[in-house]
């Protein structure tokens, strides 16, 4: 499979722009940039961000023992999978295929860019129906996501190899949930599978939901051309310096990880207790999606209560189905509390 054939022609043809602090910006031997038309005054932020975000991706570099040519740095990883869209797709022509019940975002971003979806509904463990998904002809993406949202579990290992090898066409991993998995993260496997684009977040286990920060790993062949879409300062200072610092304190964030898978066992024990509860799914993430007598009504008990958790009951195969996210400690408990109070 030639990955470049997969490219949009506008794409492949398009001249990115070429920003200021891409053609400068070491500022180490006492440069002076006057080429951007920043406010001179020092406030910290009066200067435009690295648009390669070189500081981020050397430490990331580190960690995940990959070179920084293999990383795309977004706006959370919704603006990652936006740009796939509009590298690989034509409005009007292509389609994609998801894996339903799964995150709503891959369909709404086809529906933005204008591309079909055909969906290929998970089976009733809600594992990837192999060759159902490889009867679709002529579809340019596959999302799957594993931990899937909102079941929790993850895809078999030898499931997502069988597609990363006979898809002919790009397949986009979503780990968001990877860090709450006992399963391993693909990252190891880019250099197999060039058709392979894995997508992580660090809003999930790395706590930065509100700094809005996403990354998108794939071969250079993929980056690059991902590279020339993006918007020139998609990722801004503040953005990269949290990043950074939070990465210097990679132990805090550790020790969270395993509080919440701690966590999430308890509240798995809590909710068997519970009477309205019938099924508790098997998660490899921080939520769990459980099964009730009438998802409505529960969903509304719960806001009278003041918690507000997700009623997935209109997704496929999640009849009667709430997701709860794992809290703190109290915050379980206070969701315990009000179950055994409106059973
Ligand atoms: C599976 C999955 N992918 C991606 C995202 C979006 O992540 P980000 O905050 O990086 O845009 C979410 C958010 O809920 C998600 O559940």
Redesign the pocket.
């Known amino acids: 499979m030639k990955i470049l054939e997969l490219v949009r022609n506008n794409v492949k043809e398009l001249n990115p722009y070429a920003s200021a602090r891409d053609e400068y910006q070491d500022s180490s031997n006492n440069m002076l940039f006057l080429d951007a038309n920043e406010n001179p005054f020092d406030n910290g932020v009066n200067r435009y961000p690295d648009p390669q975000q070189l500081q981020v991706k050397s430490k990331l570099s580190k960690i995940k023992n990959l070179s920084t040519n293999n990383m795309l740095l977004g706006n959370?990883?919704?603006e990652i999978l936006d740009l796939i869209f509009r590298v690989f797709c034509e409005p009007n022509k292509d389609k994609v295929i998801t894996l339903p019940p799964t995150?709503g975002?891959y369909q709404v971003l086809a529906n933005i860019n204008a591309v079909e979806v055909v969906e290929v509904p998970l089976s009733n463990t809600f594992q990837p129906q192999i060759d159902k998904i490889l009867e679709v002809t002529n579809a340019k993406i596959l999302f799957l996501?594993s931990p899937n949202?909102p079941t929790g579990n993850c895809f078999a290992v030898s499931d997502v190899e069988k597609l990363l090898e006979n898809f002919q066409g790009i397949v986009v991993l979503?780990e968001?949930?990877i860090d709450f998995s006992e399963q391993k993260s693909w990252l190891n496997k880019l250099d197999d599978f060039p058709n392979l684009i894995i997508?992580q977040?660090f809003?999930k286990a790395y706590g930065l939901?509100g700094i809005?920060l996403?990354i998108g790993y794939a071969s250079t062949e993929i980056i690059s051309v991902l590279n020339k879409i993006k918007p020139p300062y998609n990722v801004n200072s503040l953005t990269q310096q949290s990043v950074l610092d939070r990465l210097i304190n990679r132990k805090e964030v550790a020790f969270e990880i395993q509080q919440i898978k701690a966590e999430r066992e308890n509240l798995i024990i809590e909710l068997q207790t519970i009477s309205f509860i019938s099924k508790i799914y098997h998660s490899d993430a921080n939520f769990l999606l459980v099964k009730v007598d009438d998802a409505n009504f529960r969903y509304q008990q719960f806001i009278e209560k003041g918690i507000v958790i997700r009623n997935r009951t209109n997704q496929l195969g999640c009849k009667n189905c709430l997701r709860l996210t794992v809290g703190t400690k109290a915050e379980n408990t206070r969701l315990i509390n009000t179950l055994k109070a409106i059973q």
Do not use: E, I, Q, V
């Open positions: 959370g990883s919704d995150y975002m996501c949202n979503d968001a949930y997508t977040t809003s939901a809005r996403g």
